[in-house]
């Protein structure tokens, strides 16, 4: 390698400001390649990105304004709602690709341009990642434009790499031999062959037709029907309805595989607190908050909720960017809590992080009008009980 080829990343980075993004993702549970199977070594998708455009680039020049708008455009590059910014990535692509001309030109003795790699002539900045674990570094190098080459020992990485980077490559447009059941009813022509990254110009088209993601939505429909034949001995036929009789609220039951899953989910998540889960539970633990008791990250049945004290059947959930495109699924698993007798307090996060004692007050309201204490053994009412033994 030249030595004289020297990298931003190797001059200068803005840590402080891609360090903030990254901990923000910890709050993203939609969306994020991380809900697709829990890596207990994922590297953030900010930090892979800032970091990959940052050692393909060249070294900032002396030009302090220009160096300073590098540093603010990796920045920028790296928050989350970025990820799919058809401009900003445009010009990610577009600088690497530059740099790479560059260094080809140099290597080969011969002019090479942009152009000569948009069109194939020339291959793209290859990057290689051994040990990738989870994918997000070879996953953002694509996104970058690069040709990525991902490996792992572990063959459950393995499946997380093929899933994140191989599949939806292979499978994400139409191709030979596809089920007819994923075809649109109006079949559009199959385009040309090469990587599923958006290709300079181009902006995403949201109603583009996926036949991976029919193959994911058609199979998912099929599994859930074929669950629900099957759990349905051990649900309440009316568990979508308020309850009404002593009998019905205390009728939840998992099974035990679910059981155990919910278990593992929630310890993950205790492990990975969200920066406001983290602030708000050293307030509540220790029974500090009036001498409440509370759990956190607690399975309930199918599910895991924040903060629970079961004394008073009281939920709290902090609620992070995300909770805005999720509205809908977040209130369909609040009504059915509810119908089971439980209460929610729902806080946003910027409010824990900015004001903790109005978040405080807002949890001690809730307590106040309604205590409900479990009844001692031997009869009476109690909510779905969370599994024992779990819960901070």
């Known amino acids: 390698m030249n030595p004289t080829d020297r990298r931003f990343i190797e001059e200068t980075f803005p840590v402080k400001e891609v360090s903030a993004q990254s901990a923000k993702e910890k709050s993203i549970r939609h969306g994020h390649i991380s809900t697709l199977h829990i890596w207990w070594a994922r590297r953030p998708l900010a930090a892979s990105r800032a970091t990959a455009y940052a050692a393909l680039i060249p070294a900032a020049s002396e030009d302090v304004e220009r160096w300073q708008r590098q540093r603010d455009f990796i920045a920028l590059l790296s928050r989350w709602e970025n990820s799919l910014n058809a401009p900003l990535l445009e010009r990610a692509r577009r600088e690497t690709y530059a740099a790479h001309a560059a260094r080809l030109s140099a290597e080969l003795g011969r002019p090479v341009t942009v152009e000569d790699i948009l069109a194939g002539r020339c291959p ?12 997000s570094y070879p996953l953002e190098a694509l996104r970058l434009g690069c040709e990525a080459y991902a490996n ?12 994140t980077l191989e599949y939806p490559q292979r499978f994400g447009r139409p191709f ?35 036949p991976l993601l029919e193959a994911v939505k058609f199979w998912g429909a099929w599994v859930l029907e074929e669950a629900r034949k099957e759990l349905a001995p051990f649900y309440p036929a009316g568990l979508n309805q308020d309850v009404t009789t002593e009998e019905e ?16 989910v ?6 990975n607190p969200t920066p406001s889960e983290a602030i708000l539970w050293q307030a509540l633990r220790g029974k500090q908050l009036d001498g409440v008791k509370f759990r956190r990250q607690q399975p309930i049945g199918p599910f895991v ?6 004394s008073h ?30 209460r929610f307090v729902r806080l946003p ?44």
């Open 124 to 135: 793209p900045p290859r990057v290689l990642d051994p040990f990738s674990g989870g994918g």
């Open 176 to 210: 030979p031999g596809m089920p007819e059941h994923l075809r649109p009813r109006k079949q559009r022509a199959a385009p040309a062959s090469g990587q599923l990254s958006i290709e300079m110009g181009e902006t995403a088209r949201p109603d583009a037709f996926n």
């Open 313 to 342: 059947r009281l939920i709290v959930e902090v609620d992070g960017p995300i909770h805005e495109t999720q509205k809908a699924a977040d209130e369909a698993r609040q009504r059915l809590l509810e119908s089971l007798g439980l």
């Open 349 to 392: 996060a910027d409010l824990v992080e900015r004001d903790l004692p109005a978040a405080l007050e807002r949890i001690r309201e809730a307590l106040r009008p309604h205590p409900q204490p479990l009844p001692h053994e031997g009869g009476g009412v109690h909510p779905p009980s969370p599994l024992v033994g779990e819960g901070g």
């Open 152 to 163: 792992d020992y572990n063959p459950v990485a393995v499946l997380i790499l093929k899933a």
């Open 305 to 310: 909720v924040d903060f629970f004290a079961s």
């Open 249 to 264: 609220a205390e009728r939840w039951h998992v099974p035990e595989a679910l059981r155990r899953k919910m278990v593992a």
């Open 266 to 271: 929630a310890r993950d998540f205790r492990k």
